[in-house]
């Protein structure tokens, strides 16, 4: 089976380390990179298509919806923030799945599942 | 209706009453002392209106005159323009009382004459002195209502600026977000993650005890550190902060969480307008008798959008809150501007004579 790439798209440090501690407990998922902004999101892609995004919504001057218009729509784009008043607008621009922080393990293996299941 | 115009202008109104009032004594009086001749008492009744049409633009200049005399604060000129109406106002009101007379016929001519000053003097003076007493009485009870709005609007905008500190430290972003900073910090690093823990308690002790309209710079200083740092565990090296304060400042009194207020705008506005790194200066110093609280930020001026704030739980910026205080406790002594200049944003409040 082939490992999903992931990215984490995340201004603060100790937010993507926690993701990565939790990723890292799923084999079939595939760090590629960890990065703080749109422009790095951006170079990340062209680099190496990545399968599954997560991606934070308030990323300093930018928030994570601007980031959503540039790149391809097969991407799957699971938004993780602290709280859920973008959660129907971040549905409507097409996410795959809204986590809250501090991310509960279960909801990500469920988040996971649902992804290698129905491949969507 | 009535109601009304008597809100608008409760000087005109309360001095036409004592005027009405007056005029109506006279005339019952001139009747039932000297009962004149039947045909004579609808002349007399109409000498008198005269005298109380005469005295509407004397009582136009009374309040013209007393109110300026209140804006310049000036005791001796209150007490010498009630000297002066009372001296001056019946003999001014004699003339034109007998000149209306003169112009409808009802006198044939009249000349000035020190006799007939001296005679409409007494009742005169005592008519005078009713209005500036009518005057004074009416200024007193709208200073005392006006009072009681204020300290009620200062209440209330304590009250509505420790919601808005609430509402920000409840609000999820920061609190989920710290949450989950912490939530790494465990595995990271034990120490900071203690750290971290008490600095939000001792933060958020402070905003969910105090209740007070004022509190020292030293409380409000020690409880910014406490957001500052929780704000640094989460952005790391994103976030610089300095905090310059002469500890001789430390135990004057200013308005609770008016430089929180300035600190919590400066990192929410500043992250937003900074893609590098965000530098916050806090500065309080006394310069030439004035307390000058200043907090700059790297980024530009935003000028918070109703519409496209999607965020429910903020309310506007504070700074009308912070205003309207500042207002409240230092009347014109106090003034608060923001500014852009070289990349920083700069909030500066200057208060002067502030006592310690």
Same mark, same amino acid.
């Given at each position: 089976?082939?490992?999903? +790439? ?14 990565? +501690? ?9 760090? &590629? ?18 399968? &599954? ?16 218009? +540039? ?50 | ?7 608008? #202008? ?19 009086? $001139? ?36 109110? $300026? ?54 009742? !005169? ?17 709208? /200073?005392?209502?006006? /009072? =009681? ?23 999820? #972003? ?8 912490? #939530? ?5 690093? =034990?120490? =900071?993650? =203690? ?16 209740? /007070? ?17 929780? /704000? ?66 790297? !980024? ?42 070289? !990349? ?13």
């Amino acid at each position: 089976m082939t490992k999903l +790439k992931a990215v984490i798209v995340d201004d603060e440090r100790l937010a993507r380390v926690n993701l990565k +501690k939790l990723l890292e407990k799923h084999p079939e998922i595939e760090i &590629i990179g960890e990065v703080d902004s749109c422009d790095h999101t951006l170079e990340i892609i062209h680099q190496c298509t990545p399968d &599954i995004i997560f991606l934070d919504i308030q990323l300093n001057g930018e928030t994570g919806f601007d980031l959503l218009e +540039k790149i391809d729509n097969t991407i799957r784009v699971i938004f993780v923030t602290a709280y859920d008043e973008y959660a129907i607008k971040a549905f409507e621009e097409n996410a795959t799945d809204y986590l809250l922080k501090p991310v509960n393990p279960q909801r990500l293996k469920l988040t996971l599942s649902r992804i290698i299941k129905y491949d969507i | 209706m009535l109601s009304e115009y008597y809100k608008k #202008h409760p000087y005109f109104f309360n001095l036409l009453i004592v005027l009405i009032l007056l005029t109506t004594v006279r005339i019952v009086d $001139w009747i039932v002392w000297t009962p004149p001749a039947p045909g004579v008492i609808s002349q007399i009744i109409l000498a008198h209106l005269f005298e109380f049409v005469a005295g509407l633009p004397l009582l136009s200049l009374l309040l013209f005159s007393y109110h $300026w005399a209140l804006k310049k604060k000036s005791k001796i000129l209150i007490i010498s323009l009630v000297f002066l109406f009372s001296f001056l106002g019946p003999t001014i009101l004699k003339i034109i009382t007998l000149f209306l007379e003169q112009i409808f016929r009802l006198r044939e001519t009249f000349t000035i004459t020190f006799d007939l000053i001296e005679k409409i003097t007494p009742f !005169g003076i005592v008519y005078f002195l009713s209005l500036s007493a009518t005057f004074y009485i009416t200024y007193s009870r709208l /200073q005392f209502i006006r /009072q =009681k709005n204020a300290t009620h609007k200062a209440e209330t905008l304590a009250k509505d600026a420790q919601l808005k500190m609430l509402n920000y430290q409840i609000n999820p #972003h920061f609190l989920f977000n710290t949450l989950n900073c912490l #939530h790494a910090l465990v595995d990271e690093d =034990k120490g =900071k993650a =203690k750290e971290l823990i008490v600095s939000m308690s001792e933060y958020y002790r402070y905003t969910l005890n105090k209740n /007070q309209q004022k509190t020292s710079i030293a409380n409000e200083v020690k409880t910014i550190k406490k957001y500052l740092e929780i /704000q640094k565990t989460r952005f790391e090296e994103k976030l610089e902060y300095e905090i310059m304060l002469d500890d001789i400042l430390n135990s004057i009194h200013i308005p609770s969480f008016i430089i929180s207020l300035l600190i919590e705008n400066a990192i929410q506005y500043g992250i937003k307008s900074n893609e590098q790194k965000l530098s916050i200066r806090l500065l309080i110093k006394m310069l030439n008798n004035t307390l000058v609280i200043s907090v700059s930020n790297t !980024g530009k001026i935003i000028f918070p959008n109703p519409a496209n704030d999607q965020n429910i739980y903020r309310n506007g910026n504070g700074l009308d809150n912070i205003k309207g205080r500042l207002s409240f406790f230092y009347a014109d002594h106090y003034s608060f501007t923001v500014n852009e200049a070289n !990349g920083w944003v700069e909030a500066t409040i200057k208060i002067e004579n502030i006592m310690a």
